[in-house]
């Protein structure tokens, strides 16, 4: 019985080891950043800083404390779990593509002299790409989980305006764009890949 349930429960949980892979990251850094004498959040973005640059891939695995890494995690989870079910293969393309450009929009427009740490940016990209892949691809199951997402995180587009002190809304605008211009290229291609499977199929 173990012998052929286990492949089975294997498969079912594999999209979302990467997710807790990420969130165990977060949790480990910000543990290490307790430690008294050790300020990691200084490796956030620094707008326009080229010492800085490193913080694009750094900022979404760092916090501001406890209570900003907890106000983060939930969200992630669920939005990150619904993207690696509903995308599959396109988690980590996806994900790189939301770090990379989300954190160098933020680079780029953020004000002078500010720090910018927290994986909401991510967070931001994550759910703006579950709608436009859901608009792109037309899949039955991608177009439920982009109404669901809009329904239950549609109130976070609020977070993208200025005006909300110590709250990085040019990271949550650029990481927002990047979930876009990923679900759209990669959705793209993978109506692309579809039509030629169905073609060969054919012959």
Known sequence: MSSTSSPTRRSYLGPVVPVLVLLGVMWLLEIIDAVPG???DQHGIRPRDT???????????LHGGFDHLIANTTAFLVLGTLLAYTARSRFWPATLGIVLLGGLGTWLIGAPYTVHIGASGVIYGYAAFLVVWGIVTRRVVSV????VVAVLYGGIVGGILPGQAGVSWEGHLMGALAGIVMAW???????????????????
């Open 51 to 61: 010492d800085g640059l490193y913080g694009v891939v750094a900022a979404p695995f």
């Open 38 to 40: 050790v300020f990691l």
């Open 144 to 147: 439920l989980v982009a109404v």
């Open 185 to 203: 290229w990669l959705g793209r291609r993978d109506n692309r890949e579809r039509r030629a499977q169905r073609r060969t199929q054919a012959y």
